[in-house]
């Protein structure tokens, strides 16, 4: 009896209490309902085809705003007048918190490759689910990711989960070709982005063979594509009396030149965690090279190991593949000119016209030129010691524990290097865990597809990390 009192006075406090809770914690979210809508919404924004060119983004800019409208999240189609041709565009959308930190935006483009149909065993632009799978084009690059980043930031304003960051939602047009659509948006809407610190895109590589994840890899860094047209314009005469002023065989000696040319070995900061991380995969001896990587190089059996995978090659060096080559239309004529093209990657802190003239003094003859066929994206290189960081590598390990988050960089190009030069941190993170022979086979390939349970799992895995960054 004198026990009694006090509980039922304490449950009565207890009830009171967490009903005054109830006002400020997040409702519950229903996931498996949640999946469905996000499934059926990514099936949706497939069968819209922006393919780039000409992209015909102002449709699917549309199409998230009409969602977003439906959710009171406010969003804006922006830039249809700058973008060309006509009927382009990006969207802006934002989550407002309690502004006691800086905001982090999710950013995805809405163009996709073209497709070649005959090779596809589905409708690239049906939308069908089956099997297991979302078809279609886009879903891997990257119109999954951008769903999992419009349903996840309205899941979070659905369950009222009290936000310090604002999420900010950016769909940019013409990733795949000019990339145009994230650079008008950077140049023209500084206000929009003043108070971003960070930023998450494509770009980041979480490693899965036969259902067996090596590592979640977060890309902090990218390679510069820095492409180049070799030229020597000679004398056109018939091929049956050789000249010296023939162009093509002092192109090809520059070419040699170039081939044989073997660019230094240098490590970079997130590259050199990169190894250290995955160096705990291997037996020795391998380990203690790869856990200090520029000290391994210096091993010429270690070295040998190293450079002969191809990526890992890539990441330490910049690399240059002789491509196009052009000469004589005609077996029996000496041209006027012969041209070369040449892909060069450089590493974020190489500087190009350093690299360039490099090249230059390599090929040693003035009568080769050198034009640019781009211009090189500002370099790519972003910190780890980050709260971002730290959000990710947690919600990772929540899901796999002990599993490695590390910093593979990428060897292609995005649009992350445009919002970097805008002073914020823009890492590659992918959301999903998607079979390497699914992403070898359907990115900018044929029978493209994503998983439903990967749909499941990003939504889920964007929202622990956006509830941890919080
Ligand atoms: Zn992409």
Avoid: C
């Avoid at 009830?15 to 400020?24: E, M, N």
């Avoid at 390679?223 to 000679?234: A, E, I, N, Y």
């Avoid at 002092?250 to 970079?268: M, S």
């Avoid at 493209?448 to 990390?465: C, H, K, M, P, Q």
């Amino acid at each position: 009896m004198s026990i009694r009192t006090p509980v039922v006075l304490f449950a009565f406090a207890f009830l009171f209490s967490t009903a005054a809770a109830a006002q400020r914690a997040p409702t519950a979210i229903d996931w498996d309902a949640l999946s469905k809508e996000t499934v059926q919404v990514l099936s949706d924004y497939v069968k819209l085809n922006s393919t780039n060119a000409p992209g015909n983004e102002l449709e699917t800019a549309r199409f998230l705003k009409r969602i977003l409208d439906r959710e009171g999240i406010e969003a804006q189609i922006l830039d249809t007048a700058e973008l060309k041709p006509a009927g382009r565009a990006n969207l802006y959308a934002r989550l407002k918190g309690n502004g006691s930190k800086k905001a982090i935006a999710l950013v995805h483009h809405m163009d996709v490759v073209p497709v070649s149909p005959n090779f596809w065993s589905i409708d690239p632009f049906g939308g069908t689910v089956k099997d297991g799978y979302v078809w279609g084009r886009g879903t891997i690059d990257m119109k999954g990711q951008g769903i999992v980043h419009l349903m996840t930031m309205i899941a979070i304003k659905r369950s009222g989960m009290p936000l310090t960051r604002d999420i900010v939602f950016i769909a940019n047009a013409d990733e795949e070709l000019g990339s145009t659509g994230a650079i008008v948006f950077v140049q023209r809407h500084p206000d929009l982005l003043r108070d971003v610190e960070f930023l998450m895109t494509e770009g980041g590589a979480n490693e899965v063979n036969d259902g067996k994840l090596s590592y979640y890899g977060v890309g902090i860094a990218e390679k510069r594509t820095f492409w180049q047209r070799l030229s020597v314009v000679g004398t056109p005469s018939h091929a049956s009396r050789p000249t010296k002023l023939n162009p093509v065989p002092r192109l090809v000696a520059a070419l040699d030149k170039i081939a044989k040319y073997e660019t230094p070995l240098h490590v970079t900061p997130g590259v050199d965690k990169y190894f250290r991380d995955i160096s705990t995969r291997y037996p020795e001896p391998r380990r203690r090279w790869l856990a200090d990587v520029k000290k391994g190089l210096t091993d010429p059996k270690a070295r040998e190991w190293i450079l002969s995978d191809v990526y890992w090659n890539a990441i330490l060096r910049n690399t240059i593949s002789l491509t196009g080559l052009q000469g004589s239309n005609k077996t029996n004529v000496i041209p006027a000119e012969a041209t070369a093209e040449i892909d060069i990657r450089l590493l974020p802190d190489t500087d190009p016209a350093e690299f360039l003239a490099t090249l230059q003094r390599i090929v040693n003859d003035t009568a080769v030129h050198f034009t640019g066929l781009l211009q090189p994206k500002p370099p790519l290189e972003n910190p780890i010691d980050t709260d971002l960081f730290r959000a990710i590598e947690r919600a990772s390990r929540d899901r796999d524990p002990g599993a490695l988050v590390t910093t593979p960089m990428l060897t292609a190009a995005t649009d992350r290097p445009t919002y970097r030069r805008a002073g914020i941190i823009t890492y590659g993170f992918e959301p999903f865990k998607i079979e390497a022979a699914d992403i070898q086979k359907g990115m900018h390939g044929n029978d493209e597809r994503l998983s439903v349970t990967n749909v499941a799992f990003g939504i889920r895995y964007l929202y622990d990390v956006l509830r941890y960054v919080q």
